[in-house]
């Protein structure tokens, strides 16, 4: 991810940041980097306000030698002043890259996958029906005497197809998932993974470790842990479910936690200046069918104030 002479300064020092931080960095992008460097004190004092505001003193300090050398580095300065527009550009470019780290790899592995802000159904060889939500990803086994998905990324809704000869297991980060017959969610997350069912009983444990596993019942669910479960909880809201219906349905929820599912479906950050509003306590339905359309909806049936930065940074409030 190099720097492109058309773009601003500021995003030829993002991407460079991006880069230098990545696992593959040679000696050829070291030296294209000191050239850039040495093209202008402008470039110099972009990239180095960068590390400073996110506060990276390992790279800093690794590129204080050879910037010496060059005669390059910036004088430390007392307070750095960023525009926060720029900043703002900065974090997205950033929250982008770390979106598209490892992406390869599992689509590469995965059977089925959606993009962001599609829903995508799948009908298995055995009867049993997959609902991938928005940007997520599988890897399904179906022999051998078993019926075997790995949930890659994402959130997927199983339809299962009874089958007393061969358990149905859903394999995530953290959790492992059993059923013969029944209608469930998995959504895997960074830090944990969460087990709704509709209807139906499942088995739930933490990841390859099949020990006094959970059943959870209809209308129940568990969130899974690195290294624990979960208290079952009741399936109260029908917010991260209604999704299957094609909408966001939601009663007496936080707009904060509204927001958090509609970035879901798009790509970006929103950001809100005003945090009283995260608690404000909203009702309604958004389709998800249009995702470029809900933050709109949202903004006119309730006359929220919405910044559009750029395309990738949001600020409500």
């Not at 299962?160 to 959790?175: C, I, L, N, Q, Y």
């Not at 444990?205 to 596993?213: C, G, M, T, V």
């Amino acid at each position: 991810m190099e720097s492109n002479p058309n773009d601003s300064i500021d995003e030829q020092a993002v991407a460079w940041f991006i880069r230098l931080r990545a696992d593959n960095v040679g000696q050829q992008d070291k030296a294209r980097f000191i050239d850039w460097l040495e093209q202008a004190a402008e470039h110099r004092s972009a990239f180095y306000e960068i590390c400073v505001m996110w506060g990276d003193e390992h790279l800093l300090q690794s590129l204080t030698d050879s910037a010496r050398k060059h005669g390059i580095l910036p004088a430390p300065q007392k307070k750095v002043c960023i525009n926060p527009r720029v900043s703002l550009a900065i974090a997205a470019c950033l929250a982008l890259a770390v979106s598209l780290a490892g992406q390869l790899q599992i689509l590469i592995k995965a059977d089925y996958s959606s993009a962001q802000g599609e829903r995508k159904t799948v009908q298995l060889n055995d009867g049993s029906t997959l609902m991938l939500n928005t940007d997520s990803a599988v890897a399904v086994k179906l022999e051998d005497g078993q019926r075997l998905v790995e949930l890659l990324k994402g959130e997927v809704f199983f339809d299962v197809k009874p089958d007393p000869g061969r358990p149905f297991v859903v394999e995530a980060d953290h959790s492992t998932t059993r059923v013969l017959g029944t209608r469930f969610f998995v959504h895997r997350s960074d830090s944990s993974d969460e087990i709704k069912v509709l209807s139906g009983r499942v088995e739930v444990s933490e990841a390859r470790r099949w020990k006094n596993p959970l059943v959870l019942r209809d209308r129940e669910a568990v969130t899974v842990y690195d290294t624990a479960l979960g208290q079952p909880q009741k399936l109260e809201s029908s917010l991260s479910t209604s999704w299957i219906d094609g909408f966001l349905t939601y009663e007496n929820e936080t707009l904060e936690t509204v927001v958090n599912q509609i970035n879901r479906y798009r790509s970006g950050v929103i950001i809100f200046r005003d945090d009283k509003l995260r608690d404000l306590r909203i009702n309604g339905r958004l389709s998800i069918r249009t995702p470029r359309d809900m933050l709109a909806v949202l903004q006119r049936t309730m006359d929220l104030k919405i910044t559009y930065l750029t395309d990738w940074v949001v600020i409500i409030g």
